[in-house]
């Protein structure tokens, strides 16, 4: 069935406003960012984060980032290391970057605010098509129609649409779709209720469809399979890296981290164990001693393990795999790092970490005391 059908397409219209809104207002969540009179910069944040992240994860987050940086220029003079450390665990860390980047825009030529026009939004960095409609509609009230993950499925079910959902083209029809259900005096609210409707009932599997307000209008539910939209490409299973670290302890029982490149690949900014993945020909201390020579110059002695922590991304899983080791020869030098420090376990709380580091750093905690150096050499 084609969204472009006029009769569909007028109903929908007249039941966005008789009856989506409606059951918006009587069942919208009550979310810290949602608080009225909206604060732009509250959402623009709420936004960010909720971008390939889980409400629930989101909420904790949100909250002590609004608390430790209450403004753009709160936000834009605190240091990057603090950003990152309140991003920490949210993943795509580019966002925080960009975050702290834009709010550094916003001192600079906007008097410490968002700007109240889509086309200067759309400038600052980060905000893509799906960002700067949501803060224009939802901060400034302007009709501007977002499309996420979750508008794409309830849109592309109400209508049967056919097509690969991951395709430009496909993409192109769901938002003139979403562009022309939006009802004019309540742009925000029309997002939003898109929003709730996907997370509260047109849910990705097991769908409420005698809880919709829109069910008599549903296509995929009148053809019986509301599950079968949007249409997706096979999921391909993801690729397995296998990464060696070290935990490298000098004579006074510090351990060595290092900092990934800010503007250059995943995980940037993020502080970790040194190490990289494993070539196929060679031992796991092999593969470490050759990554710290390659990252940091270092010369060293690999020993036992600590711990192999396994994690998935959403792109590749990786079985992290920690070993002591300490230096023969040389000095900390930045080959392919950003930066690197000296600490104590006490400290590595200073440090925003990944996921999988924390695993490390879980694994030392649970030892029955700090390492040594002599424990291991
Ligand atoms: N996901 C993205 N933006 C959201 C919002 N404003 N409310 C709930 N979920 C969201």
């Not at 966005?16 to 918006?24: A, D, E, G, I």
């Not at 904790?60 to 990057?80: D, E, S, W």
């Not at 351990?255 to 690949?265: C, E, S, T, V």
């Amino acid at each position: 069935m084609s969204p472009t059908q006029p009769d569909h397409l007028a109903a929908l219209r007249l039941a966005v406003r008789r009856r989506l809104l409606p059951w918006f207002a009587r069942h919208a969540r009550d979310l810290p960012w949602r608080q009225e009179p909206r604060d732009p910069y509250a959402v623009w944040i709420s936004e960010i984060m909720l971008q390939q992240t889980r409400v629930d994860t989101v909420i904790p987050y949100f909250q002590r980032f609004m608390k430790r940086f209450p403004t753009p220029a709160h936000l834009a003079a605190a240091p990057m290391r603090d950003v990152l450390k309140h991003w920490e665990g949210l993943g795509y860390y580019a966002r925080a970057h960009r975050l702290h980047q834009a709010a550094q825009v916003l001192v600079r030529d906007y008097q410490g605010r968002l700007p109240d026009d889509p086309a200067l939004l759309a400038k600052l960095p980060g905000l893509g098509p799906y960002a700067t409609a949501a803060i224009a509609s939802l901060a400034f009230g302007h009709p501007r129609a977002a499309l996420d993950g979750n508008i794409m499925r309830v849109l592309a079910r109400l209508t049967a649409l056919p097509g690969d959902i991951t395709r430009s083209a496909t993409r192109r029809k769901l938002q003139h779709l979403a562009d022309t259900l939006l009802a004019p005096k309540h742009p925000g609210a029309t997002n939003e209720a898109w929003m709730e409707l996907g997370a509260l009932v047109c849910t990705p599997r097991n769908p409420r469809c005698s809880a919709c307000p829109l069910a008599r209008l549903c296509k995929a539910r009148a053809a019986g399979r509301p599950e079968a939209f949007p249409q997706k490409p096979k999921k391909k299973k993801l690729p397995h890296k296998v990464v060696g670290a070290a935990v490298i302890l000098n004579r006074s029982n510090q351990i060595l981290i290092a900092q990934r490149h800010p503007d250059k690949g995943m995980l940037n900014g993020l502080w970790e164990f040194p190490g990289g993945k494993r070539r196929d020909t060679e031992t796991m201390a092999g593969c470490i001693a050759r990554e710290l020579r390659e990252e940091m110059g270092l010369t060293l002695e690999v020993g036992p393990r600590l711990v192999i922590v396994h994690h998935a991304y959403s792109h590749f899983t990786i079985e992290l795999h920690a070993h002591f080791a300490r230096i023969l020869k040389g000095r900390p030098l930045h080959l392919d790092c950003a930066d690197h420090a000296w600490v104590t376990p006490d400290q590595f709380d200073a440090y925003p970490f990944s996921k999988a580091d924390h695993g490390i750093i879980n694994a030392m905690r649970a030892l029955p005391r700090p390492p040594r150096q002599r424990d291991y050499f």
